[in-house]
């Protein structure tokens, strides 16, 4: 399974960006879709995570700003981010694996990431 994701770039606290990782090769769309962020210096950390079937899971500190999706037909997972702080500067993958839930090791595909910056 490959993954390329989209729709970083700069916004102002309070702002949004809607990010999208597009699936392909062998049954993407069956695979639970996840997404996490790295800040520079900091360690890896799990965002959200959502399977086949609309089941979503969340970090705490990003529910009710944050809301992942995804349109099998498209082979597409989504991460719409509102609200954003400066704090959620990062680069952004998604991943797909087989459970849902937040461990990094988890997951077996990884995109390349998409760079989020929120200025204050």
């Known amino acids: 399974v490959q993954l390329v994701e989209s729709g970083g770039g700069l916004v102002q606290a309070g702002g949004s960006l809607r990010l999208s990782c597009a699936a392909s090769?062998?049954?993407?769309?069956?695979?639970?879709m996840g997404w996490f962020r790295q800040a520079p210096g900091k360690e890896r950390e799990f965002i959200a995570a959502i399977s086949w079937g609309g089941r979503t899971f969340y970090r705490d500190s990003v529910t009710g700003r944050f809301t992942i999706s995804r349109d099998n037909a498209k082979n597409t997972a989504y991460l719409q981010m509102n609200s954003l702080k400066s704090e959620d500067t990062a680069v952004y993958c998604c991943?797909?694996?087989?459970?849902?839930?937040?461990?990094?090791?988890?997951?077996?595909?990884w995109g390349q990431g998409t760079l989020v910056t929120v200025s204050s």
């Open positions: 991943a797909a694996g087989r459970s849902l839930n937040g461990r990094a090791e988890q997951y077996h595909y």
């Open positions: 090769g062998r049954a993407p769309s069956a695979y639970v």
